[in-house]
T-cell receptor, first 114, second 109 residues
Framework: KAGVTQTPRYLIKTRGQQVTLSCSPISGHRSVSWYQQTPGQGLQFLFEYFSETQRNKGNFPGRFSGRQFSNSRSEMNVSTLELGDSALYLC?????????????FGPGTRLTVL | GQNIDQPTEMTATEGAIVQINCTYQTSGFNGLFWYQQHAGEAPTFLSYNVLDGLEEKGRFSSFLSRSKGYSYLLLKELQMKDSASYLCAGYDSNYQLIWGAGTKLIIKP
């Protein structure tokens, strides 16, 4: 099976712009979670989507949003970018059927905001 | 509150044994994961513990004590390729994963 893929791998934007990141989960996986990773903070949970519905949400401002399509692919959008949004954005997929699932991570999108 | 703590960095010698600790405080508890992340790569699953005790998988073992809110990852016969960050993550009562900041393990020859 192909793994989780994320596009683009690298992105450079300027403050005030918006960005959309894409994640394709492992075939058959219906849950997609998004994380922000920075050197000092570790992995911070953004949100989780399951069957096109947001199932869980972390403590991020409304500038961060996401959606999931019927084929389980997911996108994350960040509007009005700030310097502090520079980070590695990881998505992880899992079957999503049970309460506890091993998460399979994609390689991440490294976003730099100038 | 919900919090997961682990040391920021550890150093060990090739061939030796190292124990990476993780303590958690969550409103509920539904299991704890360990992941390995090499620099510039995605995290990969190592283990999941939901019951007390030690689970062994080759050179890696993971231990959980729910009464103490404590887990550790034990790595034996260390190899240079074990140099990585090790992430501890626990499920809270809402089945949301709470992640520690990760422990960077440096292996010296």
């Amino acid at each position: 099976k192909a793994g989780v893929t994320q596009t683009p791998r690298y992105l450079i934007k300027t403050r005030g712009q918006q960005v959309t990141l894409s994640c394709s989960p492992i075939s058959g996986h219906r849950s997609v979670s998004w994380y922000q990773q920075t050197p000092g903070q570790g992995l911070q949970f953004l949100f989780e989507y399951f069957s096109e519905t947001q199932r869980n949400k972390g403590n991020f401002p409304g500038r961060f949003s996401g959606r999931q399509f019927s084929n389980s692919r997911s996108e994350m959008n960040v509007s009005t970018l700030e310097l502090g949004d520079s980070a590695l954005y990881l998505c992880a997929s899992s079957p999503g059927q049970g309460d506890v699932d091993e998460q399979f991570f994609g390689p991440g999108t490294r976003l730099t905001v100038l | 509150g919900q919090n997961i703590d682990q040391p920021t960095e550890m150093t060990a010698t090739e061939g030796a044994i190292v124990q990476i600790n993780c303590t958690y405080q969550t409103s509920g508890f539904n299991g704890l994961f360990w992941y390995q992340q090499h620099a510039g790569e995605a995290p990969t699953f190592l283990s999941y513990n939901v019951l007390d005790g030690l689970e062994e998988k080759g050179r890696f073992s993971s231990f959980l004590s729910r009464s103490k809110g404590y887990s550790y990852l034990l790595l034996k016969e260390l190899q240079m390729k074990d140099s990585a960050s090790y992430l501890c993550a626990g499920y809270d009562s809402n089945y949301q994963l709470i992640w520690g900041a990760g422990t960077k393990l440096i292996i010296k020859p």
